[in-house]
């Protein structure tokens, strides 16, 4: 079975602070895995996926096998980070389509 | 380019009613997911369909509960004689034809349910 676990609910930083959203998995396979983003009073949204190795509005996540984690990094968080997080997990070619195994999400607050 | 359009955005059903949640996916996208989200918990998959296909609803409740995606229109969540417990926000997203690995899920803005 498949399985994402963000252990924070609630996280709040200072504007300028370093932040990590943690997200840990369990998945027999080889997943893949994303981390997806609702702002205020808008739909969810892709913000970066372990394959693509890329950095998006200064996030950066690194897919840690051994350890079975994947946490979303900014060295600098900036108030319009403010929003939910959520770490997903597809099992690709292993199971059908592209369904996602969703974490219960990280509500991110930036103070100003 | 209107994404994927979810109605209505907001659905109040008493107990016994049927509720039926509609998505339109994004132009020519034809794969479609939907999920659920209970209060205070993370979304959960339910069922992935492609068009007039049932692929896999292997998180489809076993009752009450069905989905169809037909040749024309959109694809339906339909929930028979409502209870409490299904007051959730519906959650649909679809993706392009599906090459060799993940494509991206793209999400409408939700259908919240509301049982009375």
């Known amino acids: 079975a498949q399985r994402v676990t963000q252990p924070e609910k609630l996280l709040s930083v200072f504007k300028g602070a370093p932040v990590e959203l943690k997200c840990n998995y369990s998945?027999?396979?080889?997943?893949?895995l994303f981390w997806y983003v609702q702002y205020s009073r808008q739909r969810l949204q892709l913000l970066l996926r372990h394959i693509s190795r890329e950095s998006i509005k200064g996030f950066t996540a690194d897919l840690n096998k051994g350890e079975t984690s994947f946490h979303l990094k900014k060295p600098f968080a900036q108030e319009e980070d403010s929003a939910m997080y959520y770490c997903?997990?597809?099992?690709?070619?292993?199971?059908?389509?592209?369904?996602?195994?969703f974490g219960e999400g990280t509500q991110l607050t930036v103070n100003p | 380019n209107a994404g994927v359009m979810q109605n209505p955005r907001h659905l109040v059903r008493r107990r016994g009613q049927e509720a039926r949640l509609r998505c339109s996916p994004v132009k020519g996208h034809s794969h479609v997911y939907w999920y659920r989200q209970l209060p205070e918990e993370g979304l959960k998959f339910m069922v992935y369909?492609?068009?007039?296909?049932?692929?896999?609803e292997s998180g489809m409740p076993k009752e009450r509960f069905s989905a169809e995606f037909p040749k024309e229109g959109p694809s339906i969540l339909r929930i028979q004689q409502v209870v409490r417990g299904d007051s959730a926000a519906y959650f649909c997203?679809?993706?392009?034809?599906?090459?060799?690995?993940?494509?991206?899920?793209?999400f409408g803005p939700g259908t919240r349910l509301t049982v009375l």
């Open positions: 997203a679809s993706s392009p034809s599906l090459l060799a690995g993940y494509n991206e899920q793209f």
């Open positions: 997903a997990l597809s099992g690709g070619r292993e199971t059908s389509g592209s369904r996602l195994t």
């Open positions: 369909l492609q068009k007039e296909n049932i692929i896999d």
């Open positions: 998945y027999s396979g080889s997943p893949e």
